[in-house]
């Protein structure tokens, strides 16, 4: 099953915040619980913090299957050495088809290509999936965090790298 990527717009805001509650609902409810995926989803994915991102160069991206939307991706360029992959989501009806990996070999090009030598990333020490699957990838857990989010809640985080040669 192969994907297409397109760059996401203004015009796509609602979009990527549908996809981004039907993700986060269907899949971490168990990882973060409902009260806390309810305000990350209105922290991180308000119209406004969304359309702001969009303004000041983060590259949204949505993944499409036969034109219709199956997830996005979000990678900020730092410096011209280092590269953020800030979202990398998926819905729950294509995992375990290698869309995922599609997705993340993606971010590697695009990254590659903007002159990254290295790729960074965040996800939730819960997340064993995701960690055994960055892992396959070549990323390397390089700190851990913990941050206040407000509300009561934290992001209890691994950080991964991985070198782009």
């Not at 979000?74 to 869309?99: I, M, Q, S, V």
């Amino acid at each position: 099953m192969s994907l297409h990527f397109r760059p996401a717009a203004a015009a796509d805001i609602p979009l990527l915040r549908d996809l981004a509650a039907r993700i986060w609902r269907a899949c971490y409810v168990e990882m973060i619980g409902l009260a806390q995926i309810e305000y990350m989803l209105g922290w991180m994915y308000s119209a406004e913090k969304l359309a702001a991102e969009l303004r000041s160069g983060v590259l949204w991206e949505i993944a499409e299957i036969d034109s219709a939307p199956v997830g996005f991706l979000a990678l900020t360029f730092h410096t011209a050495e280092l590269a953020e992959l800030n979202k990398l989501y998926l819905l729950p009806e294509h995992h375990g088809r290698g869309c995922g990996q599609q997705m993340l070999a993606h971010a590697i090009a695009t990254s590659r290509a903007r002159g990254a030598t290295e790729l960074r990333l965040r996800v939730n020490k819960a997340n064993t999936r995701a960690v055994r699957a960055y892992d396959r990838a070549g990323f390397r857990i390089v700190d851990s965090l913990v941050a206040d989010i407000g509300g009561g809640f934290v992001m209890d985080d691994y950080v991964l790298a991985r070198a782009l040669p």
